[in-house]
């Protein structure tokens, strides 16, 4: 299964791939919207696990964007956020989101 972490904090990045990598995922790192759009256009991942804040886009606008396309749209994707009121974790399934992680969270 590949998986497309999307997440400007390169420790969180570097600990979840770490995690994932041991659960036997092929996982690549984004830090940022554009990185991520170049990698998507190459490859499908099986899941994308995607921060809410990065440095040169939304991420609930980027789901929004790349859900658009017919390749992605079954793609699911998981929220990961230091924004967790109910209406935040709310906006993140609005956007496309299938589940939303609050940070800081456990492995």
């Known amino acids: 299964m590949k998986l497309l972490i999307v997440e400007d904090d390169k420790d969180t990045a570097s600990l979840m791939q770490y ?3 041991q659960e036997r995922f092929s996982v690549r790192s984004a830090g940022d919207a554009g990185e991520a759009k170049a990698y998507l256009q190459n490859e499908t991942p099986d899941l994308i696990i995607l921060d809410r804040g990065l440095p040169d886009a939304n991420g609930l606008d980027f789901c929004r964007e790349f859900k658009k396309h017919e390749r992605f749209a079954n ?32 492995f």
């Open 19 to 21: 995690v994932l990598e």
């Open 75 to 106: 793609i699911p994707v998981i929220f990961v956020s230091s924004a967790k009121t109910p209406a935040e974790v709310a906006d993140g399934f609005a956007a496309g989101g299938d589940d939303y992680m609050t940070k800081p969270f456990g």
